[in-house]
């Protein structure tokens, strides 16, 4: 069921819609009236009058139903407010002169101490010990300190709550909503993990729906020189085109056996861990390996092959910056080219690679004898690892495969804020146990989280890339 804040959105949305549909037949009646001006007509043509009757008839109707909008909307918010104002008076503290409950029988709310917190359950294992156990014999204690956890969840991240599959707060316990810090808690470990998806610019993943649609221009206004005094100048009709992307779903399970729940030691932190790290590890490789709209699928590669024969950094260094002459040749003045994303082999490659001649043009603040700089206090899916010569940054990122045409790697150039991905703050925010192997003491433990991505906004050269055999396995 949506909550009172993604209905009031849905509304808004509805009305936004309402209006740009108002504004583009008032922009089209205008271009009608200004055109037949531009031919010296004081009327319009048949057709044209036509259309304008069709226009205002659209303009009507939009105006009616955003004014039933518009009320539709003030009752929603008069009944969020109601909300608000009944939950702050529940939230009152009158004396009654009855002995307060004991902790573990009330829920954790406001700025009161959470059920699983990062002092009580450090990594984790409480956390998951008790969705285990809840699911092998329902114990008492875990479903009561379970839903627990989920009522605070449902008090202070609502938005996650409602997304949490099945009926989260009965005792089969569908889907749970995953401890904000233990998200945070994961990012570091061991994986591949999500380099170029933590550079991406950041959207929140709409509330519903499975699509998310970001309209893009694709014919342009025009301009030139009027011929002669008096003469008609330039006019095209500007038009857009949505761009409609997928919103998918990163998963991970595991069988969990009894024994290892009820004898093992750190088994819930180590499971739990390592399905974070599958979840962040199999969404950034989408974003590069994807079929026709990950990375280098998108990017464009019209370069020329880098050449096997005797590769050098010398060599390279021009294919990178033919690269990112290409992103900014398509993008002009919306996107600057500003990072190279590269396997960990052709960063540490690049480095060892010595040279006796130096670029003519550096990068402010980059040594003149140097072909780049090290970040030296950056680590593997932790920021940028450098810089080179004219100045973009480089983040490496071992999702990119090293089998491409056999054993090659590729070089991506890329403007940041044409790197879009859209996702839950904090996900993978859900778990789901189940219980499919009862009769062998298993439980089936599954976390997943939604997303959306492009690179596609200005079109395939707005990311570059650079391939070719000259980017097989490095020697050293």
């Not at 949506?2 to 209006?19: F, G, K, M, Q, Y």
């Not at 004991?102 to 101490?113: F, H, L, P, T």
């Not at 694709?218 to 002669?228: K, M, R």
Request: net charge negative.
């Amino acid at each position: 069921m949506a909550t009172i804040d993604e209905l009031i959105s849905s509304i808004e949305v509805e009305r936004e819609a309402e209006e740009k549909r108002e504004s583009k037949a008032r922009a089209e009646i205008k271009l009608q009236i200004e055109t037949a001006q531009r031919e010296g007509r004081s009327n319009l043509t048949a057709e044209e009058d036509a259309r304008a009757e069709e226009l205002f008839t659209a303009i009507e109707a939009s105006k009616a139903a955003q004014d039933g909008i518009r009320t539709k909307l003030a009752r929603a918010v008069k009944v969020k407010a109601e909300e608000a104002e009944s939950e702050a008076r529940s939230r009152e503290v009158r004396d009654t002169g009855v002995k307060a409950p004991k902790y573990d029988q009330v829920a954790r709310v406001g700025n009161e101490e959470r059920t699983y917190h990062a002092g009580n359950d450090p990594d984790g294992s409480g956390f998951l010990r008790d969705v285990c156990r809840q699911f092998l014999n329902t114990d008492p204690g875990a479903t009561q300190r379970l839903a627990r956890h989920m009522q605070e969840e449902r008090v202070e991240r609502a938005q996650y709550f409602e997304r949490a599959a099945g009926d989260a707060v009965s005792s089969a316990f569908g889907g749970l909503v995953v401890p904000q810090y233990l998200v945070e808690l994961t990012a570091p470990a061991t994986a591949a993990m999500r380099p170029l998806a933590d550079l991406c610019v950041k959207h929140t993943l709409p509330a519903s729906g499975m699509t998310v649609t970001v309209p893009t221009i694709t014919t342009a206004t025009s301009a030139a020189l009027q011929a002669t005094q008096l003469t008609a100048v330039s006019a095209t009709s500007i038009a857009d085109t949505d761009l409609t992307l997928n919103v998918q779903t990163a998963a991970g399970s595991q069988n969990v056996s009894r024994q290892a729940i009820d004898r093992g030691v750190g088994v819930d932190s180590v499971v739990l861990n390592d399905l974070f790290n599958r979840y962040n590890t199999v969404l950034d490789s989408t974003l590069i390996n994807q079929a026709t709209n990950g990375l280098s699928a998108i990017a464009a590669s019209t370069l020329g092959a880098f050449p096997a024969t005797a590769p050098t950094g010398a060599l390279l260094y021009p294919k990178i910056l033919a690269a990112a002459s290409g992103v900014e040749a398509q993008c002009l003045n919306m996107a600057t080219p500003t990072h190279a994303v590269m396997h960990s082999r052709r960063w540490y490659w690049l480095a060892k690679e010595m040279t006796n001649t130096w670029p003519l043009i550096n990068s402010s603040g980059i040594p003149t004898q140097a072909a780049g700089t090290l970040d030296g206090g950056s680590s593997y899916n932790n920021g940028a690892r450098g810089l080179l010569p004219n100045g973009l940054v480089v983040i490496v990122d071992n999702s990119i495969p090293t089998n491409v045409s056999a054993n090659q790697d590729e070089i991506y150039i890329v403007p940041r804020s044409e790197c879009h991905l859209w996702e839950l703050a904090g996900q993978p925010a859900f778990i789901r146990a189940e219980q499919p192997n009862a009769a062998t003491l298993g439980v089936l433990l599954v976390v997943y989280g939604y997303f959306a991505y492009t690179f596609n906004r200005y079109g395939s050269g707005s990311m570059q890339k650079i391939g070719g055999a000259g980017l097989t396995t490095p020697t050293f």
